[in-house]
T-cell receptor, first 114, second 112 residues
Framework: EAQVTQNPRYLITVTGKKLTVTCSQNMNHEYMSWYRQDPGLGLRQIYYSMNVEVTDKGDVPEGYKVSRKEKRNFPLILESPSPNQTSLYFC?????????????FGPGTRLTVL | SQQGEEDPQALSIQEGENATMNCSYK?????LQWYRQNSGRGLVHLIL?????REKHSGRLRVTLDTSKKSSSLLITASRAADTASYFCATDERGSNYKLTFGKGTLLTVNP
């Protein structure tokens, strides 16, 4: 089944404890992206990647890191999480940008930073 | 910065009625997409309309795009309780280097 998977789905952590949220897609998509969703603010893009080893900042990249060593994986790293990073996070992928394109979303990761 | 802005923020209708949601944006776009999100879950793509298209249909969905007014509308006909969800427009800005920008969404409630 074609899908985007994220792990973990739920995470409660404490300030300063490094964490990684994994994202994997099995559709051979070139483009992958991370978003956070907060009440009243909608979805905001954190980072995106157009291909392996190519990453760019979105609207709210501060406090996050990403890597794209393989086409299928795009982990989101929080080196020193803070309470303002408590949010619902979504990973998405699409086949090829440059043409009008659909994004496929993962199920989301609900992160709470205490 | 927020590109698309949906209107209204919330809409409550009875089953069988039509629901219309609007999206306004600020800059030139390559295309505009509509997504649906059931509470707390991932977004699901509904329909994409290109900047050179004016109207598109998919089942009970009808999308229009007016690039002169920088606005789009999503019409859901003969609504069902299962249509209850949040609906987001997303724009692919021209020259944005492949960035898709989402609005804040319209929460649609369809009462049985």
């Amino acid at each position: 089944e074609a899908q985007v998977t994220q792990n973990p789905r739920y995470l409660i952590t404490v300030t300063g404890k490094k964490l990684t949220v994994t994202c994997s897609q099995n559709m051979n998509h070139e483009y992958m992206s991370w978003y956070r969703q907060d009440p009243g603010l909608g979805l905001r893009q954190i980072y995106y990647s157009m291909n392996v080893e190519v990453t760019d900042k979105g609207d709210v990249p501060e406090g996050y890191k990403v890597s794209r060593k393989e086409k299928r994986n795009f982990p989101l790293i929080l080196e020193s999480p803070s309470p303002n990073q408590t949010s619902l996070y979504f990973c998405a992928s699409s086949l090829l940008r440059g043409m009008p394109d659909t994004q496929y979303f993962g199920p989301g990761t609900r992160l709470t930073v205490l | 910065s927020q590109q698309g802005e949906e209107d209204p923020q919330a809409l409550s209708i009875q089953e069988g009625e039509n629901a219309t949601m609007n999206c306004s944006y600020k800059t030139s776009i390559n295309n505009l997409q509509w997504y649906r999100q059931n509470s707390g879950r991932g977004l699901v793509h509904l329909i994409l309309i290109r900047s050179n298209e004016r109207e598109k249909h998919s089942g009970r969905l009808r999308v229009t795009l007016d690039t002169s007014k920088k606005s789009s509308s999503l019409l859901i006909t003969a609504s069902r309780a299962a249509d209850t969800a949040s609906y987001f427009c997303a724009t692919d800005e021209r020259g944005s280097n492949y960035k898709l920008t989402f609005g804040k969404g319209t929460l649609l409630t369809v009462n049985p």
